[in-house]
């Protein structure tokens, strides 16, 4: 799948850019509650994935006061 064909945002998920949003879906993640169910190490081994974007979704979840599995 080309990111040219990932939407800029899926589910409630934060803009996270194309790359990141479509390493998620090929994870089968589209919600923050699944995306709770993961590490940071998780979601940093995915190839998409990097800092600014786990920041930003580590962000998305602390303003419904959750956070990643540790």
Excluded at 31 to 41: I, P
Aim: charged share 25%; no cysteine.
């Amino acid at each position: 799948m080309s990111t040219r064909d990932v939407p800029e945002q899926i589910g409630d998920l934060p803009r996270i850019g194309r790359p990141a949003t479509s390493a998620l879906l090929l994870a089968g993640v589209s919600t923050l509650a699944e995306v709770r169910e993961l590490s940071r190490a998780e979601l940093l081994s995915l190839h998409g994935v990097g800092p600014k974007a786990v920041r930003i979704l580590e962000a998305a979840l602390a303003e419904h006061g959750q956070t990643l599995r540790q």
